[in-house]
Structures are given as structure tokens and as C-alpha cells.
């Protein structure tokens, strides 16, 4: 069981940055793929970007790469998300999530664990 706990959402105006932090229990973290999700009202989930157990792999969506930045401290059992240039699209609870120990398949989108999210609004 791994339990995942999110900081850093706030309010913050467009073209602003922010850095999400989860922080992960137990003493699996190094060896999950970590994923950051989020939601806006209305709307379905979105896979935003993943990283691999050693961070040699990264994947993003389209609507982040080259503003968004994912990485992780294996020493912390944290996963970061620096959210740069940010637009009022980018409003939404941002949750993080954990794969099954050992996952390979970064590139999916089905998780096994998830945060409680935190709250991230772009005023315009």
C-alpha cells in the first residue's frame, strides 16, 4: 500500500509558476512509475506526464510539454511537478499517482494509488 499526499496547489496568475510536490510512504517509492493527473469541473481526468523509476524516461501531454518539468528524488520518495507559463486552462485539482511496483509501461495511463489532490487556480 503506498499513500500519496500532494502540496503546492494555490492560486496563481497566468504566466505565473508553481511547484507541485507528493510525497510518498513506505519504502517503495524508488521502484513505482510516478504519474501527475488532473482534473478541471466538468471535465474528465487527464494524464499530464510520467516518469520512470530512475527518471531516464519522461513522458508528457501535448498541453504541457515545454512548460511543465516532472521529476523526482528517490531519497525523499517525492515526485515534483513545476508548472511554468501558466494559462487559465491549467485551473484544475492535480493529482499524483503510483504504478504497481517494477511497471515498466510509463507510457499507459492506468495507475494503481492516488493522492487527494490539490486545488491549482490561474487567474487571467
Known amino acids: 500500500q503506498v499513500q500519496l499526499v500532494e502540496s503546492g496547489g494555490g492560486l496563481v496568475q497566468a504566466g505565473g509558476s508553481l511547484r507541485l510536490s507528493c510525497a510518498a510512504s513506505?519504502?517503495?517509492?524508488?521502484?513505482?512509475?510516478m504519474g501527475w493527473f488532473r482534473q478541471a469541473p466538468g471535465k474528465e481526468r487527464e494524464f499530464i506526464a510520467a516518469?520512470?523509476?530512475?527518471?531516464?524516461?519522461?513522458f508528457y501531454s501535448d498541453s504541457v510539454k515545454g512548460r511543465f518539468t516532472i521529476s523526482r528524488d528517490n531519497a525523499k520518495s517525492t515526485v515534483y511537478l513545476q508548472m511554468d507559463s501558466l494559462k487559465s486552462e491549467d485551473t484544475a485539482v492535480y493529482y499524483c499517482?503510483?504504478?504497481?511496483?517494477?511497471?515498466?509501461?510509463?507510457?499507459?495511463?492506468?495507475?494503481?494509488?492516488w493522492g487527494q489532490g490539490t486545488q491549482v487556480t490561474v487567474s487571467s
Open positions: 513506505g519504502r517503495t517509492f524508488a521502484s513505482r512509475v
Open positions: 499517482a503510483a504504478k504497481r511496483e517494477f511497471a515498466h509501461d510509463y507510457w499507459t495511463y492506468e495507475y494503481d494509488y
Open positions: 516518469i520512470t523509476q530512475s527518471g531516464s524516461n519522461i
